[in-house]
């Protein structure tokens, strides 16, 4: 990913007017360190989501390997609850949100028309803020008493009693909330006022406009987590009692600023993916995105309604029958701007000509299997249903899907659909053929059977279980070993494709038709539209 | 010098700059008005 071309590598000396805008990268550690290129960014961002997948990764392989059998098999239960702890945290921050952000810096700009982010300096130290977070998250393991093991939600009361990893977790989490609000504004800014002639809001390719959305959620929630954290913080060490009962505070508040944040957060996790998945089919359909103003309004439904239905996650904790149904017909309802989606994007792929090319097993991947979990979604929305499977293992089956199979799985069609014009080499189309059925197969092996064993009423976050749960546990065990193994092909393939292969062309994929691929070469210049194109 | 990484300034227009510079405060003033507004909130109860 770094081998953009450097086009206008001379120096100042060359004595041009224009000097300042043709200049290449410096060399070695100091171009990333100082660098203000989004392209340059957005790789950074990949590469660090890339290295927290893995170290998320060995934390879920090790889950998964003291559950291969019943009994405690290799760790001791607070050091097992550190890492489902730790496992979602870097998953979530660590992972997830930064490759969507890095698929931002590398594409926004360019998608309508910018030279660059609006901030690029604000951009840099977006991105270098991660490294401390990330720190602070992963040495947490060894301080005394171990990483944070409250689950990532931090409910107290095992938050607030906990040792020092929790406040190590809690100012990486106040640190990557300002990287992430930082970043927002860089996006919503970028779109809002830097667009070329032309591009007006409803030209703009579905990748822009899902982030624009994401971006004002960032804003919306991610303050409200700062603040509940920042209260979890007081209420550890300055005697207050915000969710203390002894001083007359009350736990369940942090569940419902919590869970503020936590909802819109997982459509945070999810829309960019939406915009991916909506440039990848129209291109391998080769047809335009059906109802594309459907689309926008549909994202916006989604944004909206996700700032009414956090209780969802709460059933269990004694609200008012008007409440839980209140949350329950909004749960519900984000179905009907999501089935639109679905719908648009099956109508899309209806009588085109379609290819079967990495990314598009990817996309139909994420199709199929996103919308299992969005239907046990609906399922566990139904309130008396939910308050038997709360906990269990159904849910972590539900959140799996969404965002291993939704959010992920559109992290990796995208790399895949965007790697040839950002290193101008194209990747290895059957290895990457493979990588797509390994990780489907191990995927499901691994979480399909998470549905069986919840509705059996086996619990989540528990390192022993009972004997009945124990030849499904099994199964799914080798499936998470399955979809990890599988995941080194990803990197040896990503790897190979940024150090040589078969060039690429500057419109690869047929049907792509997003200005990356209709103005500019492949791989794109260090500096992309200095002048703004027209768009007609 | 070190050379720029970016096209600088990557606003084309001053208006345009003026624009960007005007939005990224608004946003920022949005989130640190939510943050210290929750805790206020909570405070004052």
Request: aromatic share 14%; charged share 10%; hydrophobic share 50%.
């Amino acid at each position: 990913m770094s081998s953009v071309i450097h086009a206008h590598d001379h120096d100042h000396d060359h004595g041009h007017d224009e000097a300042h805008a043709h200049h290449g990268p410096p060399r070695g550690f100091t171009r990333w360190l100082y660098t203000t290129n989004h392209k340059d960014i957005g790789t950074m961002y990949l590469v660090f989501s890339c290295v927290m997948f893995f170290v998320g990764g060995t934390m879920a392989m090790l889950i998964r390997a003291e559950l291969f059998k019943p009994g405690l098999q290799f760790f001791d239960p607070q050091f097992f609850n550190s890492l489902t702890t730790m496992h979602g945290l870097i998953m979530i921050f660590g992972a997830i949100m930064p490759a969507f952000v890095g698929f931002a810096n590398w594409l926004v700009p360019m998608q309508i028309g910018a030279a660059d982010m609006a901030f690029p300096r604000m951009n840099n130290w977006s991105f270098w803020l991660l490294i401390p977070a990330a720190l602070l998250l992963t040495t947490s393991f060894f301080v005394p008493g171990g990483a944070a093991a409250s689950g990532w939600t931090l409910y107290p009361p095992l938050s607030v009693q906990q040792g020092i990893a929790v406040d190590m977790t809690i100012l990486a989490i106040h640190i990557l909330g300002a990287s992430s609000i930082m970043g927002s504004i860089n996006i919503i800014t970028t779109i809002l006022n830097m667009r070329a002639p032309g591009m007006t809001l409803m030209k703009m390719p579905l990748f822009v406009w899902t982030w624009l959305i994401t971006a004002y959620l960032l804003i919306a929630v991610m303050p409200v987590l700062a603040g509940a954290i920042t209260m979890l913080l007081f209420d550890r060490h300055f005697g207050t009692s915000f969710f203390n009962a002894a001083g007359g505070g009350d736990p369940t508040l942090f569940l419902h600023v919590f869970w503020f944040f936590g909802h819109p957060e997982v459509y945070i996790m999810i829309l960019p993916a939406f915009g991916i998945v909506s440039q990848i089919i129209p291109a391998f359909a080769r047809k335009p995105l059906f109802g594309y103003a459907s689309m926008v309004y549909a994202t916006a439904s989604i944004a909206l309604l996700s700032f009414i239905v956090w209780g969802h996650h709460m059933f269990t904790v004694g609200m008012p029958a008007a409440g839980n149904l209140f949350f329950m017909y909004g749960t519900i309802l984000i179905a009907v701007p999501t089935g639109v989606k679905v719908f648009n994007w099956i109508s899309t792929m209806w009588r085109g000509s379609m290819t079967f090319e990495t990314p598009m097993l990817f996309a139909i991947g994420f199709l199929c299997l996103f919308t299992i979990g969005g239907f046990s979604g609906i399922v566990l929305a139904i309130v008396p249903v939910d308050i038997t499977l709360h906990n269990t293992y159904y849910v972590v089956a539900h959140f799996h899907y969404v965002l291993v199979s939704g959010a992920l799985f559109g992290i990796m069609g995208g790399v895949y659909f965007w790697l040839p014009k950002w290193t101008g080499h194209m990747y290895n189309e059957g290895m990457g053929k493979l990588h797509f059925w390994l990780s489907m197969i191990g995927f499901n092996v691994a979480f399909f059977p998470m549905h069986f064993l919840g509705l059996a009423g086996m619990p989540r976050r528990i390192p022993d279980y009972a004997l009945q749960f124990a030849d499904w546990n099994m199964i799914s065990s080798l499936g998470a070993f399955l979809f990890g193994a599988a995941q080194l092909l990803l990197v040896y393939n990503v790897i190979s494709t940024v150090r040589g292969g078969r060039a690429a062309e500057q419109k690869q994929w047929d049907g792509a038709d997003s200005l990356e691929w209709t103005h500019l070469p492949s791989p794109v210049p260090y500096h992309t539209f200095e002048t703004a194109p027209v768009i007609r | 010098m070190r050379p720029h990484t970016h096209r600088e300034p990557p606003a084309r227009t001053p208006e345009q700059r003026r624009r960007a510079i005007a939005t990224g405060f608004a946003l920022a003033a949005v989130a640190l008005a939510f943050y210290a507004a929750m805790i206020l909130h909570y405070v004052a109860h």
